[in-house]
């Protein structure tokens, strides 16, 4: 079964740090480029980051860039979002996904939740 | 950046009625551009990649087309499964833009 989990979602307050990993299993991790893709409450789809199928090359979105740090392991088929200097408007649930080339965001993990709040 | 303007926001429609959602990307995308259902409390799950490729296991009543910068997903005959939140994205150059969401709501 193709899946992915995600884990490290925690309260944290304004300021803080926390990094978020989801283990992929049932695909061949190399040959998906990653995401991350939050949703605030209440609120729409907002893409936040992504990494290639090799690794050298990452993209983030302006409101997250200089904070957060995309990484994966292929060795360990895991991804990862190290996210500083945390805002109130962080506060979402994170997704993971996974893109072929020339496909959408085609498997999703279940979500994991952050919470920025004194 | 690219910016998708998705409308409308809301829809309200009977099982049965043929159902259009519109997103216009602020620029080209080369047709680079995927539809997703979400329903409440859920990730969400792609029905079309590439503007109008289904993906496999997704009923043939959802379609997918374009038009210059111009895309429509329509739903040929709404089913009861169908409500939920619709978004686009464009995967053509990053940041990789999401639409603001129409919610599907059946009469």
């Known amino acids: 079964e193709v899946q992915l989990l995600e884990s490290g979602g925690n309260l944290v307050q304004p300021g803080g740090s926390l990094r978020l990993s989801c283990a992929a299993s049932g695909l061949t991790f190399s040959n998906y480029a990653m995401n991350w893709v939050r949703q605030a409450p209440g609120k729409g789809l907002e893409w936040v980051s992504a990494i290639t199928t090799t690794g050298d090359t990452t993209y983030y979105a302006d409101s997250v860039k200089g904070r957060f740090t995309i990484s994966r392991d292929t060795s360990e088929n895991t991804l990862s979002l190290q996210m500083n200097s945390l805002r109130a408007e962080d506060t979402a649930v994170y997704y993971c996904?996974?893109?072929?080339?020339?496909?959408?965001?085609?498997?999703w993990g279940q979500g994991t939740t952050v919470t920025v709040s004194s | 950046d690219i910016q998708m303007a998705q409308s409308p926001s809301t829809l309200s429609a009977s099982v049965g009625d043929r159902v259009t959602i519109t997103c216009r990307a602020s620029q080209t995308i080369r047709s680079y551009l995927a539809w997703y259902q979400q329903k409440p409390g859920k990730a969400p799950k792609v029905l079309i990649h590439?503007?109008?490729s289904l993906e496999n296991g997704v009923p043939s009543r959802f379609s997918g087309s374009e038009s210059g910068t111009e895309f429509t997903l329509t739903i040929s005959s709404l089913q009861p499964d169908d409500f939920g939140t619709y978004y686009c994205q464009q995967y053509n150059s990053y940041p990789h833009s999401f639409g603001e969401g129409t919610k599907l709501e059946i009469k």
């Open positions: 590439k503007a109008s």
């Open positions: 996904a996974a893109r072929r080339p020339y496909y959408g965001l085609d498997v």
